[in-house]
């Protein structure tokens, strides 16, 4: 595929020296400077709209991709940032379309959700399928539809929150119910992981045609001109060793990033750190970010982001412009993305210059 840049030229005039960057980025080159995702307002006197998971999840359609334009028409788009919206009803929203029902925190202003378990018996239960007459199911397809159709291409719809893998398991089973199965009968696991690799070709092929991915773009936290971009994750794995890991983790995460020319590794906690050598011998994925626990900062992690980089994979950098100008000298170039959000045009363009004469 080769994406008509036209259309994102409405919010990033300069898309074209960002495309460059970024299918260099791919191919592990270096232009003029590393990836710098950075954006904000341009009238901080004008509204932004945000959308709650609940708003997504049952507010006007037509309404939100209006907002979103406005916000887009008020954003700057510095460095290699694109304009890009999430039509996610929540991380457990595709529990909900085999069978599951979202649950909502109040005290969250119900921003925050999780999905209720809906397997009571492995034994009986199987298989895990999509059930396409879900409410959610039916919401989401039309929700990239409509995404589709209003920006044409200007703001990219992102793929879905495919915590799909091990977590999809979770979200049906329960934590401390799954855990048990694990042990007590692991032959359930090994259909049930088979099941989920159907569920995630099934989401994968609905969302990316439903949003017109192909014809526009794809974006997720990374960009390219010429094949398709996503993330892959399994939070759960925090929870497991690497036995359970390389049997049933492993070969689904394989599985989802073959439907992926620019994989995304969404690698969640130190909990998950113990997986690192099976996670760098994944060959499709080429760009991790790592998530610290609440409080820390990715600077606390920039051994471990060195250590990712002797691998050939690149890293997400999230920091002010100070901690990017102090680790830059440090990390590869080609093999980073700088992820910053400053307060004025003036700063992120200053941070630009910066890192061109000093890449």
Same mark, same amino acid.
């Given at each position: 595929?080769?994406?008509?840049?036209?259309?994102?030229?409405?919010?990033?005039?300069?898309?074209?020296?960002?495309?460059?960057?970024?299918?260099?980025?791919?191919?592990? !080159?270096?232009?003029?400077?590393?990836?710098?995702?950075?954006?904000?307002?341009?009238?901080?006197?004008?509204?932004?709209?945000?959308?709650?998971?609940?708003?997504?999840?049952?507010?006007?359609?037509?309404?939100?991709?209006? !907002?979103?334009?406005?916000?887009?028409?008020?954003?700057?788009?510095?460095?290699?940032?694109?304009?890009?919206?999430?039509?996610?009803?929540?991380?457990?929203?595709?529990?909900?379309?085999?069978?599951?029902?979202?649950?909502?925190?109040?005290?969250?202003?119900?921003?925050?959700?999780?999905?209720?378990?809906?397997?009571?018996?492995?034994?009986?239960?199987?298989?895990?399928?999509?059930?396409?007459?879900?409410?959610?199911?039916?919401?989401?397809?039309?929700?990239?539809?409509?995404?589709?159709?209003?920006?044409?291409?200007?703001?990219?719809?992102?793929?879905?929150?495919?915590?799909?893998?091990?977590?999809?398991?979770?979200?049906?089973?329960?934590?401390?119910?799954?855990?048990?199965?694990?042990i007590e009968t692991p032959e359930l696991i090994d259909r049930a992981m088979e099941d989920i690799r159907g569920v995630f070709k099934k989401c994968w092929e609905t969302c990316t045609t439903a949003g017109r991915m192909d014809e526009f773009g794809y974006y997720f936290d990374a960009f390219s001109s010429t094949g398709s971009v996503a993330c892959v994750s399994c939070d759960f794995i925090a929870m497991i060793g690497p036995e359970m890991f390389r049997r049933w983790a492993m070969p689904t995460m394989e599985y989802e990033a073959s439907f992926i020319d620019h994989v995304v590794l969404h690698w969640d906690g130190p909990g998950a750190l113990k997986h690192y050598e099976d996670l760098m011998s994944i060959d499709k994925i080429h760009l991790v970010a790592y998530v610290p626990n609440p409080f820390e900062t990715h600077l606390q992690y920039l051994d471990l982001y060195k250590k990712v980089q002797s691998r050939g994979k690149a890293v997400a950098f999230t920091g002010s412009p100070e901690m990017i100008k102090q680790v830059h000298k440090e990390l590869d170039p080609r093999l980073t993305v700088y992820m910053t959000w400053p307060g004025s045009v003036g700063e992120i363009d200053a941070l630009d210059e910066w890192m061109i004469k000093n890449t």
């Open positions: 595929m080769k994406v008509n840049l036209d259309n994102l030229r409405r919010f990033k005039p300069d898309i074209e020296q960002s495309a460059k960057r970024w299918d260099a980025f791919w191919q592990g !080159e270096l232009i003029d400077r590393p990836i710098l995702l950075s954006n904000c307002p341009k009238d901080k006197s004008k509204p932004y709209h945000y959308h709650t998971y609940k708003e997504r999840s049952f507010g006007d359609m037509d309404k939100m991709t209006r !907002e979103v334009l406005e916000n887009a028409e008020n954003t700057y788009f510095g460095g290699d940032s694109i304009a890009t919206y999430w039509p996610s009803f929540g991380a457990d929203e595709i529990s909900t379309y085999c069978g599951g029902k979202l649950v909502w925190n109040e005290d969250s202003n119900m921003d925050t959700n999780w999905a209720e378990p809906f397997i009571t018996d492995l034994s009986t239960q199987l298989p895990i399928t999509i059930n396409e007459n879900s409410p959610n199911w039916k919401r989401m397809v039309e929700f990239y539809g409509k995404c589709a159709d209003a920006f044409r291409g200007s703001v990219l719809p992102r793929p879905l929150d495919f915590h799909t893998n091990m977590d999809l398991l979770l979200a049906a089973r329960g934590s401390e119910q799954l855990c048990f199965d694990l």
